[in-house]
């Protein structure tokens, strides 16, 4: 199967940056898309970035993060720029993945907090 380990997460003050990072690793044939989600508490999971053939990012985070893809290392990364105190959530690694010749799926890592906060 397939594996996704986040990294990177922690304290940061507010305008601050961190860079988070999420390697694959298993039996991956392709690796269609990767993105980033979030969860704040009380809130529900959502988008934060992705990418595929393109990029698409949430509406508060455009301008401020970055997602790139290091497919040689089936990694995929999110810049945090000028951290709000509307950011902090446990981020969570998504990639839809190519696992045999004939199945796909999606997983999930278990995700990596950000706080911040002075």
């Known amino acids: 199967q397939v594996q996704l380990v986040e990294s990177g997460g922690g304290l940061v003050q507010p305008g601050g940056s961190l860079r988070v990072s999420c390697a694959a690793s298993g039996s991956i044939i392709k690796i269609y898309s990767m993105g980033w989600y979030r969860q704040a508490p009380g809130k529900q999971r959502e988008l934060v970035a992705t990418l595929t053939d393109g990029t698409r990012y949430l509406d508060s985070v455009q301008g401020r993060f970055s997602i790139s893809r290091d497919n040689a290392k089936n990694t995929v990364y999110l810049q945090m720029n000028s951290l709000k105190p509307e950011d902090p959530a446990v981020y969570y690694c998504?990639?839809?993945?190519?696992?045999?010749?004939?199945?796909?799926?999606?997983?999930w890592g278990p995700g990596t907090q950000v706080t911040v906060s002075s």
């Open positions: 998504y990639a839809d993945v190519q696992f045999t010749p004939f199945r796909r799926g999606g997983y």
